[in-house]
Nanobody, 121 residues
Framework: QVQVVESGGGLVQAGGSLRLSCGVSGSSSVSNYMSWYRQAPGNQRELVARITKIGVTNYADSVKGRFTISRDNAKNTVYLQMNSLKSEDTAIYYC???????????????WGQGTQVTVSS
């Protein structure tokens, strides 16, 4: 069974930094894409950043220049380094990745349980 597990959220003051991690286990192949989404209360879930297996990245305009997404294919793990955090970055951050269960030829989309990031002003 493929599992996606995030870690690294917490409470930080505005201007501070946090690093989120997300590991994908149980997949027979390295994820083709790995992404971070976030959802603030009353808002829709939005894409924060995405990285492909070969390292192509894209970011939401609101985080460009402040957040950096990276990955370790050997560990099938993705990271999100968040610098210069603002109060508007407060949200639950979700990891999203594709995976292929062992014994299956089908790729599926998976989500983590989310990790809370709170930025105090």
């Amino acid at each position: 069974q493929v599992q996606v597990v995030e870690s690294g959220g917490g409470l930080v003051q505005a201007g501070g930094s946090l690093r989120l991690s997300c590991g994908v286990s149980g997949s027979s192949s390295v994820s083709n894409y790995m992404s971070w989404y976030r959802q603030a209360p009353g808002n829709q879930r939005e894409l924060v950043a995405r990285i492909t297996k070969i390292g192509v990245t894209n970011y939401a305009d609101s985080v460009k220049g402040r957040f950096t997404i990276s990955r370790d294919n050997a560990k099938n793990t993705v990271y999100l380094q968040m610098n210069s955090l603002k109060s508007e970055d407060t949200a639950i951050y979700y990891c999203n990745a594709d995976g292929r269960p062992r014994g299956s030829t089908t790729w599926y989309d998976y989500w983590g349980q989310g990790t809370q990031v709170t930025v105090s002003s």
